[in-house]
């Protein structure tokens, strides 16, 4: 029977107290409890969608990933394929179906359908979706104080499932609450009233009920049920229609995330798997614009098989808190003078390299020499150690875990965030290399500290994103 397979999610280590951005500017917003995730500066959509993969796959053979769909409405390209970049990243077969759902907030659940639809038609064993965002709320608004970033991930397939599917129910309406033309930077919305009295507050209790109706059940046998709302208010309205004990209802992560967009419902379902007990039956509803697709799913005895991920607990748990006036210049809010080393620390990009190269730059590959067992960061034709040439395989070093060896703390090269650090690298297995470590206190950097890959952005010039990976301190 078809169902989740596995879960995962992602949190940015950052957070910004909401009373940072209050005091910020004086009272002009609206306070509000609790703190926001924050991208870091080389953080988007792409990158969280691997990191949220790269937990569910926890344990799992990637050879058996048949189709990759990724969901969200901030996506860094306009034209260009990010569920191609997310499942090259994951080293995901080529010969898989990958598809970009975009342009509403609702995209997580309908990939999941669409998943649904395709194994239970037997076109497929396994589909991972992921849905991300990193939106931008309007400077002093409540949607600065609301929103946060982060993302979540689901394996669907039809063996081994620790939630099989039951149904679903849809509901499209062209109903224009909040929007983003192709013109604007940062989203629209109307007014706070229209909003939860004539759109969210009616149809998403409709799509629940109609999705309880089809299997022939209540309200009162479900145990939780995780429903999209932009904010507390809004949540609050669409449970209180519902009429939903206290004990149902799945904690929207407003006061240690923020509002995801995208990446919310599928983070909440995470939130809940996390929890559950077998037979336990959960319902979770999106929205966007409109639309909302409600799905129910009964939770089975193989849920103790997907505890080791970090999910939404583990990530919530590892953070730092950093300051309003560093997430400004982070989304380029604010002007930030360059340097006179900027221009030189920019490389050229050419498509021609990165196909090339997409192997060693995207999905992480080396090279192991069959002589010796020597691996190399890079595939190299001739051994380093034995000097052995053409007898090597190419090997898979994003799990790996590695040690600093050296670094250096740069105040002159530019960084969004400095100093830029830079360390070299010694992974397990032996593969070594040079990288920019992110996600750190500048002062933790140390020989032997355990770090970890992290599949970042670079830079961006000539109209591309140049991703690859970098290094983050470990922290379990």
Known sequence: ????????????????????????????????PGERSVANFDE??????V?????????????????????????????????GIVSQA???????????????????????????????????????????????????????????????????????VIATFEGSHSINEDFMDTWRTDRDKLGRMWEDRWNRESSIGKFVPEA????????????????????????????????????????????????TVGNTGTALPLMMLVAALEDAKPGDKIVVASYGSGGCDALLFTVTDQIEKARNRRGIKGHVAIKAMTQYIRMLRWRDLLPLEPGGRAEAGLRFISPQPLWRERKEV????????????????????VCVNCQTQDNWEEVCLSERKGKVFSFTKDLLAFSVDPPAVVAMVHFEGGASDLFDVT??????????????????????????????????PSRE
Not at 60 to 81: C, F, L, N, W
């Open 362 to 381: 995207l999905a992480f590959h080396g090279s192991k020499c069959k002589s010796c067992g020597t691996e190399h960061r890079m595939i190299e034709r």
């Open 208 to 255: 629940v009920n109609a999705v309880l109706a089809k299997c022939n059940l209540t309200l009162k046998d479900i145990a939780k049920v995780a429903v999209f709302g932009p904010f507390p208010a809004m949540h609050a309205a669409v449970t209180r229609e519902l009429k939903l004990d206290p004990g149902q209802i799945q904690d929207p992560l407003f006061n």
């Open 44 to 49: 988007d959509s792409v990158t969280m969608a």
């Open 90 to 160: 994951l080293d995901i077969r080529h010969d898989t179906r990958a598809a970009d759902f975009s342009n509403s907030l609702k995209g997580g659940t309908t990939a999941a359908i669409a998943a649904l639809d395709a194994i239970k038609a037997g076109n497929a064993k396994q589909i991972l979706v992921a849905a991300a965002d990193c939106r931008l709320g309007g400077v002093a608004s409540g949607a600065e104080m609301m929103y946060g970033d982060g993302a979540g991930a689901i394996i669907l397939g039809d063996e081994n």
């Open 51 to 83: 990191a949220a993969s790269i937990d569910c796959l926890t344990e799992m053979d990637r050879e058996k990933i048949d189709g990759v769909y990724v969901a969200t409405t901030s996506s860094p390209y306009q034209e260009r394929h990010c569920a």
């Open 1 to 32: 029977m078809a169902g989740i397979v596995s879960y995962g999610a992602y949190v940015p280590y950052y957070r910004l107290s909401r009373g940072d951005i209050f005091s910020a500017w004086l009272g002009q917003v609206m306070p509000f």
């Open 439 to 472: 996600d750190r206190d500048p002062n933790e950097i140390k020989p032997d500290l355990a770090v970890e890959p992290t599949f970042r952005r670079l830079q961006y010039t000539q109209g591309i994103y140049n991703y690859s990976w970098k290094v983050k």
